[in-house]
C-alpha cells in the first residue's frame, strides 16, 4: 500500500485532517512555496507519537511546521510530510494564580490576549509576533526587550526515540533566536507553561497597544513577510547596514528590501524562493563588502 494510504488509515484513526499535494505558500506568512506530499493537521500529543513513529519506520522525510512565520519555502516544495501543529492542537489554560499552559499549536497572539484577560504581564513584548508558541520556543522568539527565554517555565517535547521529556529553562539553551530544539530538529515540542505576574490590567493592554502601533509604523505588515530577514549581527543592526549600503528598495523579481524597514525583504505579490535567496545573498554580499559585518539569514529554508 503506498504511504499516503497508510497515513491516511492512521489520520482517521487519530481524527486528524490530512491533505495531499497542499501548496506550502498558504500556510508560510511569505506566501512562497511550493507543494508538499501531504500535510497532517496534528490535533494532540497521542497523534504526534503515532505520526513520528510511523514517518520513522517507513523512513519518510517530515517536517513540523507551525505558523510558518519564519519560514522561507523552496518553489519546488517539500517531498514528505509535513506535521502542521497549529489550530488543531492549541489548547490555552491557567494552571494557578500565574502560569499559563500551553499546547504547542497554541497561537503567540493568543497566549497575549490570554494573559491581559487575566491581568498577567510580563509577556506583552510578544503582542504582534506572528507563530506558535512551539515555533516562539524553538527560536527564543524576541521583540522589544523581552524573549520567550524570560517568561518560559518548563515545556515537554518528544525526543527522537518517541518519548516524551520535560525539559527546565536552563537545559533549553536559550539565546538570541537560538534554543535547544534548533540544534535537535528531531525533537518535536508538545506543550509548555509560560510564567508571568499579576499586574493591572489597563497598564498591560497600554504596553500591548503601544507596541503593536509601534510595529504597525515602523514594520512593512502590508506585505507578506518573514519578519526580520537576517539575524542582527553583533556590533550592528541589520537595518542600518543595509541602508548604509544603500540598499532599500533593491528588487530581484518579486522579493524586494522593504522601502518602509530594510530589515524586511517582502513579497510583493509573485516572489518565488528563488527570489528571496538570490536578493539575500546580493544584499549579504555587498554588506560584507561595504561594511565587513556578516549578515545571517533568521528564516529557515524549507526545502
Ligand atoms: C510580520 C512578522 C513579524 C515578526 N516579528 C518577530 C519578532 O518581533 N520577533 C521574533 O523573534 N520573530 C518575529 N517574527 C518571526 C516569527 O514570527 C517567529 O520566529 C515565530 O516564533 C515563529 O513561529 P512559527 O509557529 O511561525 O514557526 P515556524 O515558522 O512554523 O517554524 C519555525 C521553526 O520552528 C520549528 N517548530 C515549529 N513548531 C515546532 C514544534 N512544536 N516543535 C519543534 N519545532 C517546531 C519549525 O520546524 C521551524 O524550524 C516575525 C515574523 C513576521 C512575519
Known amino acids: 500500500m503506498p504511504y499516503i494510504d497508510k497515513l491516511s ?27 508538499c506530499r501531504a500535510m497532517v493537521y496534528v490535533n494532540s500529543a497521542e497523534s504526534l507519537l503515532a505520526f513520528l513513529s510511523f514517518l520513522k519506520t517507513e523512513n519518510i522525510r517530515y517536517f ?4 510558518g512565520s519564519n519560514i522561507i519555502a523552496a518553489d519546488e516544495g517539500f517531498d514528505g510530510v509535513i506535521l502542521k501543529i497549529g489550530r488543531d492542537f492549541s489548547e490555552i489554560r491557567l494552571l494557578n494564580e500565574t502560569d499559563i499552559f500551553c499546547t504547542a499549536g497554541a497561537s503567540l497572539m493568543d497566549v497575549c490576549l490570554f494573559a491581559l484577560e487575566n491581568s498577567l504581564e510580563g509577556i506583552e513584548f510578544a503582542y504582534g509576533i506572528p507563530g506558535t508558541c512551539g515555533g516562539a520556543l524553538f527560536m527564543n522568539a524576541g521583540a522589544y526587550g523581552g524573549e520567550v527565554k524570560d517568561i518560559i517555565k518548563s515545556a515537554h517535547y518528544i525526543d527522537s526515540t518517541g518519548k516524551i521529556c520535560e525539559i527546565q ?6 539565546s538570541y533566536r537560538h534554543s535547544l530544539f534548533a540544534e535537535h530538529t528531531d525533537y518535536v515540542i508538545t506543550d509548555m507553561i509560560f510564567s508571568l505576574k499579576k499586574g493591572e490590567q489597563s497598564d498591560i493592554k497600554a504596553k ?9 509604523t515602523k514594520q512593512p ?3 507578506p513577510s518573514a519578519g526580520s530577514t537576517f ?21 530581484v523579481g518579486g522579493a524586494q528590501v522593504s522601502t518602509k524597514h530594510s530589515g524586511f525583504v517582502v513579497n510583493t505579490g509573485s516572489a518565488t524562493c528563488g527570489d528571496v535567496l538570490e536578493l539575500t545573498e546580493k544584499v549579504s554580499r555587498i554588506v560584507k563588502e561595504k561594511t565587513g559585518f556578516e549578515l545571517e539569514l533568521e528564516p529557515l529554508l524549507l526545502k
Open 9 to 35: 488509515a492512521l489520520c482517521r484513526e487519530y481524527e486528524c485532517e490530512i491533505k495531499t499535494d497542499e501548496p506550502l505558500k498558504n500556510h508560510t506568512t511569505f506566501r512562497i512555496g511550493g507543494n
Open 64 to 67: 513540523v511546521l507551525g505558523r
Open 169 to 174: 529553562p536552563e537545559e533549553m539553551s536559550l
Open 208 to 216: 500591548m497597544d503601544d507596541l503593536m502601533e509601534r510595529r504597525r
Open 221 to 223: 505588515l502590508e506585505f
Open 231 to 251: 539575524k542582527r549581527p553583533e556590533g550592528s543592526y541589520a537595518s542600518l547596514l543595509i541602508e548604509q549600503c544603500g540598499l532599500k528598495g533593491l528588487s
